[in-house]
């Protein structure tokens, strides 16, 4: 590593290492936001008909699908059996979490009518998506690649459940429209009895932070509520994950 000052200088426990941040605006889950059935790169969003597909053919990705997303998230594939063959179907979903590339393969099994599953790490990006196995696709059956409704990456790496300190959910009024000032900014969004706090011994959990991908799980936190768009949520942690850092992803 460069000579300098990096935080593992610091004790693990310092102060100075502490973030906080914001995440406004998280997106709703979106079934088909990577995918199109149009034009690869510019196409919009959509299911990808994979009636004559076979093994090795690319998911193609639609205009948002080709852009760094604003908050890493938990890529989802929608598979569904229009014809009802009993479709079979997996997708090799390549994606980048801080620039390290991961690599999921997310299975549809067959016998079911429309399914939706969900991949292991979050992504800041999608990079590709390739058919690896498919079975009994015929005449309309379609493919969608989004992300799910439980997952949030936080913006450095951290090491373990207890990096993260403090996490607390309020509601925003309006929406991300581009007002000047933004809507925002015009609300007072925690509760001030403190209602949106998850108490530490709950919040360091594994089914609730995730260092793997450094995220949180506020579906988990929040008793089975949905990411909305008016959500906001403020959480501290340690980002004791970023002298792992380097110009192009994780040290080696």
Known sequence: MPAGI??????PTAAIKLQEKLILFPALA?????????????????????????VGDAVKLGASGSKPLPHARMPTITVTDNSGTTLAVTVRIVGRRFGRIITQDLVAAAGVGTQTITGSHCIDEMVSAKIISIAANTTSDTVSIGFDSKRIGLPHPIKNIRSVKYLEKGTLAGTNDGSTPPLWALTTPFAADGSGIIATATLQASTIVFPTDSSISVYAAYSSTAIAVTDVYRVKYMPDGADDLGPNGYLA
């Open 30 to 54: 979106d079934v088909d936001y990577f995918s199109t059935n149009g034009t690869a790169g510019s196409g919009a969003q959509g299911a990808m008909s994979i009636a004559s597909s076979v």
């Open 6 to 11: 990096v935080s593992s200088s610091f004790s």
